[in-house]
């Protein structure tokens, strides 16, 4: 199949979704760790891609984050859930522990945002609304050099109030970059509150279809219903998948709390969260 | 110069498979040679120049040399924290080329004025800015972009501009280029406008003062040490560029004078008025900001006597 990973082999289904269960449970946990030791916010928007980003990073891009050229790319359009991005690296061992643990301290090339510098990273990110047109600019010159690499971005609902990203929305589809796939992290929350009550963007699946885009929408944190659809035949146009998330997902005092878009965690807040994730490893287990 | 970038471009692309071109929907009758050849790797983006940086920024990521083509005020102010944020933070061969800088769309008004994109473009660190004079400059300019691998903002007049004599297409990176010699005082220009100060320096010379005429086309972030060379060498300069005084060459020019504690005067040409205003033809705005030959040779006339130096014609009298 096109979209599997060599690092990655999944030949049946539940072995596969297990390991990106586990992948998952390790990110968030190395998520919650990093922000508590470093005092920094933007806890919910990482939580929220943690599943997106485990099946991107451990079953769907290939040679993600090494310097093959025909390497996938990714862009994390929404650069404010790096941090989940170093966890999907650091547990899919393209990071160290070591490494992983600099985050946002002094002179660290892992900060809120994602930096080219850092190894692993091909787009910096931060400003919202500019890294699709990034992307597009990549799928274009890997369609150009006849490459068999796929640019994956994902963007964060909100993000779709910038005007660039319409931009670029206009150019995927006008240029069928069929090798282009977009992923929304649609939570329906911004920084100063609901989307719908910010900005309402009404349904962003139709939205992209009428630009021209192949568009589904999928539960963010199902894992198969997320392969499913990357992994599904392309029809020439650039797909669009969004992806229905819960902001603060797996900490049940987070989800959904616009509050945990900026807030970071006490002592306290970090025990509780803890035991949220152990008590969700049991139910898995159970 | 347009019609000199296009042809140097399609060149560089004969030699460079690398090279590709967008544009954001503009040059019309002045693109269509390169596109015609290389339909392949010419992309007109549509009214974006957002999208345009964005895609210019992926394409380099993908191996490619990207040169980014609109008007001036569209492909630096209009995407700036793209080009920002892209080919500068990550230090990728993206050309971005403004046609029509200053006031060369002078009859369009001020929103096709590009006053300000010298200096904002200046900022950038490690992102070279270069105005070349003339068409045959442009010539040497495109071939040195395309030899070297960090971000250039490449700023053009429009169709139409003369050759400066003696300049005989030169170009090196950070130095500038003396087009005149004479001892009494230095003006160093940059871009389309250095004809009106090769002209103001004849008008000077009939009065027996001696300019010597110089060319920065290439405005580095810091001042070079030929910059301060060449300043060392004079008691006066006046400094001429079609843009604001903010951030650009004669603020350069002051830069240097002042680190190297020269004894050079400075006068500074440039747009000072408003934005808004009546609107002309390129000749009719250039005088009105004093950036014709017959205002720049007014001002350096009054340079020693305002600036308390005596020149050399003074002290032989």
Same mark, same amino acid.
């Given at each position: 199949?096109?979209?599997?990973?060599?690092?990655?082999?999944?030949?049946?289904?539940?072995?596969?979704?297990?390991?990106?269960?586990?992948?998952?449970?390790?990110?968030?946990?190395?998520?919650?760790?990093?922000?508590?030791?470093?005092?920094?916010?933007?806890?919910?928007?990482?939580?929220?891609?943690?599943?997106?980003?485990?099946?991107?990073?451990?079953?769907?891009?290939?040679?993600?984050?090494?310097?093959?050229?025909?390497?996938?790319?990714?862009?994390?359009?929404?650069?404010?859930?790096?941090?989940? =991005?170093?966890?999907?690296?650091?547990?899919?061992?393209?990071?160290?522990?070591?490494?992983?643990?600099?985050?946002?301290?002094?002179?660290?090339?892992?900060?809120?945002?994602?930096?080219?510098?850092?190894?692993?990273?091909?787009?910096? %990110?931060?400003?919202?609304?500019?890294?699709?047109?990034?992307?597009?600019?990549?799928?274009?010159?890997?369609?150009?050099?006849?490459?068999?690499?796929?640019?994956?971005? =994902?963007?964060?609902?909100?993000?779709?109030?910038?005007?660039?990203?319409?931009?670029?929305?206009?150019?995927?589809?006008?240029?069928?970059?069929?090798?282009?796939?977009?992923?929304?992290?649609?939570?329906?929350?911004?920084?100063?509150?609901?989307?719908?009550?910010?900005?309402?963007?009404?349904?962003?699946?139709?939205?992209?279809?009428?630009?021209?885009?192949?568009?589904?929408?999928?539960?963010?944190?199902?894992?198969?219903?997320?392969?499913?659809?990357?992994?599904?035949?392309?029809?020439?146009?650039?797909?669009?998948?969004?992806?229905? %998330?819960? =902001?603060?997902?797996?900490?049940?005092?987070?989800?959904?709390?616009?509050?945990?878009?900026?807030?970071?965690?006490?002592?306290?807040?970090?025990?509780?969260?803890?035991?949220? =994730?152990?008590?969700?490893?049991?139910?898995?287990?159970? | 110069?347009?019609?000199?970038?296009?042809? /140097?471009?399609?060149?560089?692309?004969?030699?460079?498979?690398?090279?590709?071109?967008?544009?954001?929907? @503009?040059?019309?009758?002045?693109?269509?040679?390169?596109?015609?050849?290389?339909?392949?790797?010419?992309?007109?983006?549509?009214?974006?120049?957002?999208?345009?940086?964005?895609?210019?920024?992926?394409?380099?990521?993908?191996?490619?040399?990207?040169?980014?083509?609109?008007?001036?005020?569209?492909?630096?102010?209009?995407?700036?924290?793209?080009?920002?944020?892209?080919?500068?933070?990550?230090?990728?061969?993206?050309?971005?080329?403004?046609?029509?800088?200053?006031?060369?769309?002078?009859?369009?008004?001020?929103?096709?004025?590009? @006053?300000?994109?010298?200096?904002?473009?200046?900022?950038?660190?490690?992102?070279?800015?270069?105005?070349?004079?003339?068409?045959?400059?442009?010539?040497?300019?495109?071939?040195?972009?395309?030899?070297?691998?960090?971000?250039?903002?490449?700023?053009?007049?429009?169709?139409?501009?003369? /050759?400066?004599?003696?300049?005989?297409?030169?170009?090196?990176?950070?130095?500038?280029?003396?087009?005149?010699?004479?001892?009494?005082?230095?003006?160093?220009?940059?871009?389309?406008?250095?004809?009106?100060?090769?002209?103001?320096?004849?008008?000077?010379? @009939?009065?027996?003062?001696?300019? /010597?005429?110089?060319?920065?086309?290439? @405005?580095?972030?810091?001042?070079?040490?030929?910059?301060?060379?060449?300043?060392?060498?004079?008691?006066?300069?006046?400094?001429?560029?079609?843009?604001?005084?903010?951030?650009?060459?004669?603020?350069?020019?002051?830069?240097?004078?002042?680190?190297?504690?020269?004894?050079?005067?400075?006068?500074?040409?440039?747009?000072?008025?408003?934005?808004?205003?009546?609107?002309?033809?390129?000749?009719?705005?250039?005088?009105?900001?004093?950036?014709?030959?017959?205002?720049?040779?007014?001002?350096?006339?009054?340079?020693?006597?305002?600036?308390?130096?005596?020149?050399?014609?003074?002290?032989?009298?």
């Amino acid at each position: 199949m096109r979209n599997q990973n060599p690092n990655h082999p999944a030949p049946a289904g539940l072995d596969r979704l297990g390991r990106l269960k586990n992948l998952a449970q390790a990110m968030r946990r190395g998520v919650l760790d990093r922000a508590y030791a470093a005092g920094i916010g933007h806890i919910g928007s990482a939580l929220s891609v943690v599943d997106i980003l485990a099946v991107l990073w451990g079953s769907v891009l290939r040679d993600a984050g090494s310097t093959k050229s025909t390497r996938d790319r990714f862009v994390l359009c929404k650069g404010h859930a790096a941090l989940a =991005l170093y966890a999907a690296m650091r547990h899919t061992g393209r990071m160290d522990q070591s490494t992983f643990e600099t985050y946002c301290r002094e002179g660290t090339h892992l900060g809120v945002h994602p930096e080219p510098s850092l190894e692993g990273i091909d787009v910096g %990110t931060g400003s919202l609304g500019q890294g699709l047109s990034v992307a597009c600019g990549l799928a274009c010159g890997l369609r150009m050099e006849r490459s068999p690499a796929r640019c994956y971005a =994902l963007l964060s609902d909100a993000e779709c109030n910038e005007g660039q990203v319409w931009e670029a929305a206009q150019f995927a589809a006008h240029h069928r970059l069929h090798n282009l796939t977009a992923l929304i992290d649609a939570n329906g929350t911004q920084a100063m509150g609901r989307t719908e009550q910010v900005l309402d963007l009404g349904s962003l699946a139709k939205k992209w279809e009428a630009f021209g885009w192949h568009a589904v929408e999928a539960n963010g944190h199902d894992h198969g219903a997320l392969l499913e659809a990357l992994e599904a035949p392309g029809d020439g146009r650039p797909r669009m998948i969004v992806a229905h %998330t819960v =902001l603060g997902k797996g900490v049940s005092y987070m989800e959904d709390r616009v509050a945990w878009h900026y807030q970071s965690m006490t002592a306290e807040q970090y025990t509780r969260a803890l035991l949220d =994730l152990d008590c969700d490893n049991r139910e898995a287990a159970a | 110069m347009r019609n000199a970038f296009v042809a /140097e471009l399609v060149e560089c692309a004969r030699r460079d498979p690398r090279l590709v071109l967008l544009t954001a929907d @503009l040059g019309w009758n002045v693109l269509d040679a390169f596109a015609r050849e290389f339909p392949d790797r010419f992309l007109n983006v549509g009214v974006a120049e957002q999208n345009m940086a964005g895609i210019a920024t992926g394409l380099a990521l993908a191996g490619k040399r990207p040169f980014m083509y609109s008007i001036a005020t569209f492909a630096t102010m209009r995407c700036f924290e793209q080009l920002r944020n892209g080919p500068a933070l990550h230090h990728l061969p993206v050309c971005v080329v403004g046609v029509g800088g200053g006031y060369a769309y002078g009859n369009l008004g001020p929103s096709h004025f590009a @006053l300000e994109d010298l200096a904002v473009m200046r900022s950038l660190g490690g992102l070279r800015v270069v105005a070349p004079a003339d068409p045959l400059q442009t010539r040497t300019v495109v071939r040195a972009v395309n030899s070297q691998d960090g971000p250039v903002y490449l700023r053009l007049g429009k169709g139409g501009n003369p /050759e400066v004599p003696g300049l005989a297409g030169r170009f090196v990176w950070d130095t500038p280029e003396v087009v005149r010699e004479g001892g009494d005082l230095l003006i160093l220009a940059t871009g389309a406008v250095t004809v009106e100060a090769l002209a103001a320096a004849e008008r000077l010379a @009939l009065k027996g003062i001696q300019a /010597e005429v110089a060319v920065l086309a290439h @405005l580095p972030p810091q001042p070079t040490d030929s910059l301060t060379g060449l300043l060392r060498a004079h008691r006066g300069v006046l400094s001429v560029e079609e843009g604001v005084l903010t951030g650009g060459l004669g603020a350069l020019v002051a830069q240097a004078i002042s680190q190297a504690d020269l004894s050079c005067r400075l006068e500074m040409a440039g747009v000072r008025g408003p934005l808004a205003g009546a609107v002309g033809s390129r000749e009719h705005m250039l005088a009105r900001q004093g950036l014709d030959a017959d205002s720049l040779a007014d001002l350096a006339l009054g340079l020693p006597r305002r600036k308390g130096y005596v020149t050399r014609l003074e002290a032989k009298a």
